[in-house]
């Protein structure tokens, strides 16, 4: 008996630990094949460009400076370079816009590498060349973030300066708003006057001056504050004055300057999603070697890293992406032009021929595209001397092109490949997850197929690995995913052998209702993950069913009512709505003093509301330790009540209320409520007895598959029902402002994590009532479902916005329904610990909530 059991624990253990593994592998696939790591070590560098024009480039990067706000009111200073002394544009950013990937574009001209979101944009994740790596000598001064970026581990020739990470608050302090710039520009101008004259007559010098000003100002008061366009004219003024200095004391019109931004940011003070607002920032480039015309030329954000290295003669970065935007060039010396077009060609064809053999194309011989560029390079160094300027200039841009377009090619050259491997592990996973939920094993297991199944599919193991390792290729990628598609359909294949279907069918006469609703649901899910209004549909058909099938009450439909409102309301605001949040608590209040019993409890309740009240309103600043008081002691609160359901489940909604209305923003809290009574209201059929949700072995049925797909539209409605998915796909520190204010991204991410968890929470311990693990396997089994069409949505292709919304889809709904089953499990605790006793008690009956 103890060794039965033990098997089928070490078997749930082992089927627990392959789905987060699958879980896990296709998530990391899709971004690896998408969005491969752009970096490859060991390229060829091209060769420095003699007589440069610029012997110094000063180099202003304004942290969050959109271009609206720059072109509705142009500083006096900067609009007066465009109109008579550079060039200007806009330069378009990608996704993510965030301050990391954005300045690794702007100065190593690559696009961020995938893995790098895992350390939070701070950390190289592989080392990359950089306009500093390659220049003479480089200074940089700026925050914490990002100038040890370029200066950990840098040789002797990068020297880079920061300011305290504690610097980085995003509350306005008066007087202070300008304290992040004026250290920068302070530093910049001590360098001036007392280590520039080393370097004065000296080529391929970068000043990098990293102003974190407006990105500061605009999350706390917003782009189009007061406050905002201050911050963008003040570092204008400052800009001036270090230009006058800069001139000044070198005097010799060798200083070449650039001024842009990483990204953008939205009116309601956020970045990271890929809108307009966000992708478009201004660009000006003025001084030596710089064009002068009044008239605008937009460019790619990596196009600036090739326009820095012309300007001072420096090799271009050896994983740069960017084409070089010659018309920002002086047109007088044409023939420098060509000749920095000509390396900018070559360095990308390095990049070409990289990438086709580390994609194995044609066996190692060279593709037609990589022979027609070597010709064009050829014949271009053959007639430098011979053709005419602009020829050899329209000549080499197209070869640019050609260059662009094959190095694309080949990034991508065994996508598809590796999607049919995907998609095959990804369908072997949900079939052996249909089989755990529905299968039954068979009374006879012929051990002859399945012992030639065994051997076939390791024989197909092995022939892949020997196919990788006569091919020579260096790609691990492709023989990895496919021994993962083979591993996965040989459990699938076993499975099939030693197990039978048998999905049960309880009450025919409303099984066409059940199919129905299921086929209903699934197909609003997944609209609702491109149009969240669509979800709204799904609660209405919820409410049907329900009435149909239970006779639900009228505190159901009403409050599935309710929570179809949601969808429709707006994503995100431009400012918080504190008012809608204290007036959720003055609800709360009302609630705690009415249906809380214990005189003692209901004055806790109070306090903690008040508290919550209070530091909403600012009375009380609860970064120092009311707000993470409030939010750490949220387990232990919920542990003094009873172990009675209605009592427990009362703490579980009061104790997870406080730390959300702290995270939220506007009607958040309002979700939370409504959502809170209507699984109080939850009908229940009388087949579904305490037996049943224990008795492991029994099979699903069409009522439990039904109720999963029902709570899968909970689990996306408690995502795009709060107005969260600003929170995942962008960021804003107002929803966590009352924690923390200092830039943090793991804290703030985990932070918003915790509120969108908040609802899957309430429903995770709602579901020791309503559910059973296997209906929350079948909710696994309804989001991998959705997810498979979705893994051919995420592409590189097309606008930016397009390509954050695929990914965004693709990742909820592969984790939100894994999230919900992990919430299930983890509310043990939560329903059943009683801190008095040290022990935990199984809660026997099941009733209504209320």
Not at 723 to 740: E, K, L
Request: hydrophobic letters at 45%; aromatic letters at 12%; glycine letters at 6%.
């Amino acid at each position: 008996m103890n060794d039965k059991k033990f098997n089928i624990t070490t078997s749930n253990c082992a089927f627990t630990i392959w789905g987060l593994v699958m879980h896990l592998i296709l998530l990391w696939g899709v971004l690896d094949i998408n969005f491969h790591s752009p970096i490859i070590q060991g390229l060829p560098s091209v060769p420095v460009l003699n007589d440069p024009p610029a012997k110094r480039l000063v180099l202003f990067v304004a942290d969050g400076l959109r271009y609206r706000t720059f072109d509705e009111a142009p500083p006096k200073f900067l609009k007066y370079v465009m109109t008579n002394k550079g060039v200007w544009g806009v330069s378009h950013t990608r996704m993510p816009t965030e301050s990391r990937p954005g300045i690794v574009a702007i100065c190593a001209g690559l696009y961020e590498d995938p893995s790098a979101i895992f350390k939070g944009w701070k950390e190289n994740p592989v080392d990359f060349d950089s306009i500093f790596n390659r220049s003479h000598m480089s200074w940089a001064w700026g925050s914490p973030d990002i100038i040890p970026m370029f200066t950990r581990g840098a040789k002797e020739n990068v020297h880079g300066e920061s300011y305290p990470h504690e610097w980085q608050d995003f509350d306005v302090m008066r007087g202070q708003i300008w304290r992040l710039d004026s250290w920068v520009f302070d530093k910049y101008l001590n360098w001036l006057r007392e280590e520039a004259r080393k370097v004065k007559d000296a080529d391929g010098i970068i000043l990098f001056l990293h102003l974190l000003g407006c990105d500061t100002t605009g999350h706390a008061a917003k782009p189009y504050s007061r406050e905002y366009t201050d911050n963008m004219n003040y570092v204008d003024r400052k800009i001036e004055e270090v230009v006058l200095m800069t001139e000044k004391f070198f005097g010799d019109n060798g200083t070449a300057y650039v001024f842009t931004a990483d990204h953008g940011m939205t009116d309601w003070g956020s970045h990271g999603s890929g809108s307009t607002d966000e992708t478009e920032t201004p660009l000006i480039v003025w001084g030596a070697g710089a064009n002068a015309f009044n008239s605008r030329h937009d460019l790619e954000q990596v196009d600036i890293t090739p326009l820095v290295s012309t300007l001072i003669g420096t090799p271009i970065p050896t994983n740069n992406e960017g084409v070089l935007p010659w018309q920002y060039l002086n047109d007088i010396n044409l023939e420098y032009t060509n000749r920095a077009l000509l390396n900018n060609l070559k360095q990308l064809t390095y990049q070409v021929k990289a990438n086709r053999k580390m994609n194995c194309e044609d066996d190692g011989h060279a593709n037609w595209r990589e022979k027609e560029l070597d010709n064009k390079i050829s014949a271009l160094d053959k007639y430098a001397e011979v053709k005419d300027s602009r020829e050899r200039l329209k000549e080499t841009v197209d070869a640019i092109g050609l260059a662009k377009e094959s190095l694309s090619y080949f990034r991508q050259y065994q996508r598809s490949r590796f999607l049919i491997y995907l998609s095959t592990m990804w369908l072997g996973w949900i079939i052996l997850l249909f089989f755990k939920l529905a299968g039954t094993k068979r009374a006879a297991t012929n051990y002859v197929i399945l012992t030639i199944s065994d051997i076939a599919f390791a024989a197909m193991l092995i022939t892949v690995c020997v196919m990788h390792k006569v091919s020579g290729c260096s790609n691990w990628r492709s023989p990895c995913y496919a021994s993962l598609a083979v591993i996965s359909f040989w459990l699938t294949i076993r499975n099939a052998i030693t197990y039978s279907i048998d999905f049960r069918i309880q009450n025919s006469k409303r099984s066409w209702i059940e199919v129905a609703g299921i086929i209903l649901l699934l197909a609003t899910m997944f609209m609702g993950l491109t149009y969240r209004g669509t979800l709204s549909v799904g609660m209405l058909l919820v409410a049907f069913m329900k009435q149909i099938t239970y006779k639900a009450t009228r505190n159901f439909l009403w409050t599935a009512l309710s929570l179809a409102i949601f969808p429709l309301l707006p994503v995100v605001e431009p400012y918080p709505r504190v008012y809608v949040v204290q007036l959720s608590i003055c609800v709360v209040a009302v609630m705690v003093a009415f249906k809380v019993e214990s005189k003692y409890r209901k004055v806790i309740e109070i306090l903690r509301l008040v508290l919550t009240g209070l530091t909403l309103s600012e009375f009380i600043d609860g970064r120092s330790w009311i707000s993470w008081a409030i939010l750490l002691t949220t387990p232990l609160h919920i542990c003094t009540y009873p172990t009675q359901l209605k009592e427990r489940m009362q703490g579980v909604v009061l104790g997870l209320f406080c730390p959300l209305a702290l995270l939220s923003a506007s009607y958040e809290p309002f979700f939370f409520i409504i959502l809170a009574v209507h699984l109080s209201c939850w009908p229940r059929s009388n087949a579904f007895n305490i037996q049943r949700y224990r008795d492991t072995k029994r099979l699903l049925t069409m009522e439990e598959l039904l109720t999963a797909a029902i709570f899968m539209l909970y689990t996306l409605l408690c995502f795009f029902g709060t107005g969260n998915m600003a929170s995942i796909s962008s960021f804003d520190p107002s929803w966590t402002r009352h924690f923390v204010t200092m830039f943090s991204p793991f804290t703030m991410f985990s932070l918003i994590l915790l509120k969108i968890s908040t609802p899957l929470m309430l429903i995770g311990c709602a579901s020791r009532v309503l559910g059973s693990p296997s209906i929350f396997l079948a909710i696994l089994l309804l989001g991998d479902c959705l997810s498979l069409p979705l893994l051919y949505c995420v592409t590189p292709q097309g606008s930016w916005l397009d390509i954050g919304s695929a990914i965004s889809r693709f990742t909820i709904a592969i984790s939100l329904p894994c999230l919900l089953l992990l919430l299930y499990y983890l509310s043990y605790p939560l329903m059943t610990f009683v801190p008095s006793k040290l022990k935990f008690h199984i809660a026997l009956e099941k009733k209504h909530i209320v």
